[in-house]
């Protein structure tokens, strides 16, 4: 069975609240563990990862907290995952730097790696904007002369 870890089920929940409070505030790791039923020291270790990946900003003091570091429409579902858990792999062989010794007569590690780069390819359409529920999306579209048009 596929399955997220918990630290990318924290972290893009995270990114979800911060992507509704975009433009508005920042959040406190600790506000947002206790509005989830999230860990603290746990989340705080996840958004310090999204934020060394350039997804959020961090503001020290008492106002302080986390925000998006852009607009949460062009920050993606895989964006996130990748900066917390690293690469997506199917199969232990896509990570094995020596080789697997069933390369000659597997069968299975190609189609398994379509099947991977295509949950990628999904995850890389996802926008954060777009998992902050039902009444953002679809994401709205810019047009050229920088006007905000709903569909």
Partial sequence: MLRLTKKADYGLIAMSHLAQQFGRRACSAKDMSEIYG?????????LQRLTKAGLLTSQCGTTGGYALAR???????FEVIRAIDGPLFMTSCSTTVRG??????????????????SIEEVLERLTIWEMTGPKHAPAPKVVSIGWISRP
């Fill in 38 to 46: 999230m860990p603290q020291e746990a989340l705080a270790k996840i």
């Fill in 100 to 117: 697997c010794g069933q390369r000659a007569r597997c069968t299975v590690r190609e189609p398994l790696h379509k099947v991977s780069r």
């Fill in 71 to 77: 607009d949460p429409r062009t920050i993606t579902a």
